[in-house]
């Protein structure tokens, strides 16, 4: 019923899995990716219900966006300095 969903930045062949990152950086990514497409998947599900359920849902849903800003603001700024290949 669902299909995967693969990011560009998990495609084989694009720079960023070209690019010989630490496979720390690499399992960061990935895992940001997944909560990313988790929240977004949620996101779409909300609009299918009711007010109220609308409601109490959305609440959830902000405390994962919320968690998605600290992941991103409190990223290790070590891989943001290397190049990607053109």
């Known amino acids: 019923m669902y299909r995967k969903v693969e990011p560009r930045a998990q495609e084989v062949g694009n720079a960023i899995c070209e690019v010989k990152m630490c496979p720390q950086a ?3 990514v990935e895992n940001f990716l997944k909560h990313c497409s988790r929240s977004f998947i949620q996101l779409i599900q909300l609009c299918g219900h009711n007010r109220a359920r609308q409601r109490d849902k ?8 919320a968690e998605l ?3 991103v603001q409190n990223a290790p700024h070590a ?8």
């Open 58 to 65: 959305l609440a959830h849903l902000l405390e994962d966006f």
């Open 26 to 28: 690499r399992d960061y």
């Open 69 to 71: 800003q600290d992941e």
């Open 79 to 86: 891989y943001s300095n290397r190049r990607l290949p053109k």
